[in-house]
């Protein structure tokens, strides 16, 4: 596995390449994707979908409404499972396992890859017990290490000098950007391998939303993030990668994917060049 | 924007007929309320809540019956709040409407609501005095009075526990939580202040029962001794005073007046407890 690695790591200097999505690198990739397809009660919405999502980068899943992007994202941790009438096929390997698997543990999997919804939904509780109980999952269990930690996870968000005399504040109190910055630091108190954020910024305003992409962006050095946005400009400031999505007659797939830079500077796919340039929505 | 306006013949006759059936609803009950106060409050004294009746309720206190009363809500509250947040937990997050199990469970809870309080009572003396031999008794009365609120309060919970926005069950998920810890912490908390309310309601029409206590937790009007013994509750005592025992009115007025600040106390501390609860999670300023 280790010479697999440096192998790897040798092989991409060596090349210049910096991007790894669809060259089948397993150790440097985090979420090795096959022929999946996504179908509510028998609608398809997603199909074909072949991807293999890098490790440490942030990937940025763009496209029109509608065509598949927040499935894609709810397989990744097999939030799927909650929606009635969702079947998933196909495999996503993460950790050389194949998480689709009826038996796999969807728990654990959950521990690991974590999520940040669209709109921010921090428990109807104080703010302290919001990162109490996400703690608790991570098995802190004293009062003094759980305290310890909260003020980290907050202070890593940014939170902690806006809240630190608050903290049995109701959560809902705070405003729209703080809710989420607070059920940022809620997901990462399980420290996740990977963070799942599906446009997390779509429901604040420009000033929230920039201190949230801020944050986004200084995650990375911890986690891989896969973020699902529909600000254009957001995905090009901040991912490494990008996919586009696309509906292809009823269901969605995947068009391109590939480096930001290449992706926004030369795209190869015609509906790719005519989406960013803002020609189709 | 323009809208059309309602004819102002109707318009005023509408209003009027609002403000005219609230109006009588309101003068109903405060009638009802002052002359209850009115004729019942000159008899309440420390002696009237402490001593036990005699000549057959017409002088003395209610002082046994108090302890019944509670005593019968105390037995019919312990089996209510379990069974009920199991029953409300099973529908709402274990069995979907859509389901043929669940609908049929929902049906049947809202035919149960609907049954005169007598058919339980028969009921409950059927099953608790008879077939489980604890004869009348106060036990018996608990238990016929809490499977007559149990369905009441097993929809409201339902209802509560449907309400809170599924943004929170996946929340929950998203941190790795099972669906037993998702229910436990964060759903059940969510829900408590419907609960109270459901739990009030059912409280009230425990409460208010004469029917199914006259044959389940009988008609004696000493103080208990244990929850094995017979016992009288306050409506049972105000119907016997005023239908059955001739020169009983004043104290069936003050017995009346007894259970009414009783049925305010219990509503004002769940009221309180409910706005403390909605405050922690932030649905109502701090003050």
New interface residues.
């Given amino acids: 596995m280790s010479i697999g690695l440096e192998f790897n790591r040798s092989f991409i200097e060596a090349n210049g390449a910096s991007d790894y999505v669809d060259i089948g690198l397993a150790p440097l990739v985090a979420f090795e994707i096959s022929d999946l397809a996504v179908a509510y009660s028998k609608k398809s919405v997603l199909s074909h979908v072949n991807l293999n999502i890098p490790k440490g980068a942030i990937t940025a899943l763009i496209g029109p409404s509608g065509c598949g992007k927040t499935s894609f994202l709810n397989c990744l941790n097999r939030m799927v499972d909650l929606i009635p009438g969702c079947s998933v096929t196909g495999r996503i390997n993460y950790n050389s396992q194949n998480i689709l698997e009826e038996r796999h543990d969807v728990i654990e999997l959950r521990r690991r890859v974590g999520m940040v919804f669209q709109r921010p939904n921090p428990f109807p509780t104080t703010i302290k017990r919001n990162l109490e109980l996400a703690l608790y999952q991570a098995g802190f269990r004293g009062a003094e290490e759980t305290h310890i930690s909260m003020e980290a996870q907050l202070r890593r968000v940014g939170l902690w000098e806006e809240v630190k005399h608050d903290l049995n504040k109701p959560a809902t109190r705070l405003s729209g950007g703080q809710q989420q910055r607070l059920c940022i630091a809620r997901a990462l108190c399980l420290s996740p391998d990977v963070l799942l954020m599906d446009e997390p910024c779509s429901a604040l305003d420009p000033i929230s939303s920039a201190r949230v992409e801020e944050l986004i962006a200084s995650l990375k050095e911890q986690c891989t993030i896969v973020i699902v946005t529909h600000n254009l400009a957001q995905a090009r400031r901040i991912s490494d990668h990008c996919v586009m999505f696309w509906m292809n007659g009823a269901s969605g797939h995947i068009v391109e994917s590939g480096a930001t830079e290449s992706l926004f500077g030369k795209p190869q796919n015609a509906i790719t060049a005519s989406y960013i340039s803002g020609a189709l929505a | 924007m323009t809208y059309r306006k309602l004819p102002t013949k109707s318009g005023t006759l509408l209003t009027s007929l609002v403000w005219g059936c609230a109006g009588l609803i309101v003068c109903v009950s405060v009638a009802m309320l002052a002359d209850i106060l009115m004729s019942g409050v000159s008899q309440i004294n420390w002696a009237f809540l402490t001593q036990p009746p005699s000549d057959s309720g017409r002088s003395g206190g209610i002082g046994p019956i108090l302890v019944s009363t509670l005593l019968i809500l105390f037995v019919c509250l312990c089996a209510v709040i379990p069974i009920g947040l199991g029953g409300a937990i099973l529908l709402a997050e274990y069995l ?1 409407s859509a389901s043929a199990l669940g609908r049929s469970f929902r049906a049947t809870l809202e035919i149960l609501s609907s049954i005169p309080s007598i058919v339980f009572g028969l009921f409950g003396n059927i099953l608790f005095c008879d077939l489980l031999g604890l004869k009348f008794s106060i036990l018996s009365g608990g238990l016929t009075l809490a499977c007559m609120v149990l369905p009441i309060f097993i929809r409201s919970t339902e209802q509560s526990l449907q309400s809170i ?1 599924n ?12 669906k037993t ?1 998702v229910i436990f ?2 759903l059940a ?2 829900a408590l202040p419907g609960v109270t309310v459901g739990l009030l309601i059912g409280v009230g029409r425990a409460l208010a029962e004469t029917a199914a206590l006259i044959f389940t937790s009988g008609y004696v009007d000493r103080m208990p001794s244990s929850l094995l013994d017979s016992g009288r509750s306050l409506s049972i005592h105000i119907y016997d005073l005023s239908m059955n025992v001739t020169g009983g009115d004043a104290n069936a007025y003050a017995t009346a007046f007894i259970l009414i600040v009783l049925i305010v106390l219990i509503n004002c501390f769940t009221v309180a407890m409910k706005d403390l609860w909605m ?5 109502i300023e ?1 003050l």
């Fill in positions: 979907p926005s943004t929170y069950r996946h929340g929950g998920a998203a941190l790795g939580m099972n810890e912490q964060i908390p969510a405050r922690q999670r932030g649905d701090c």
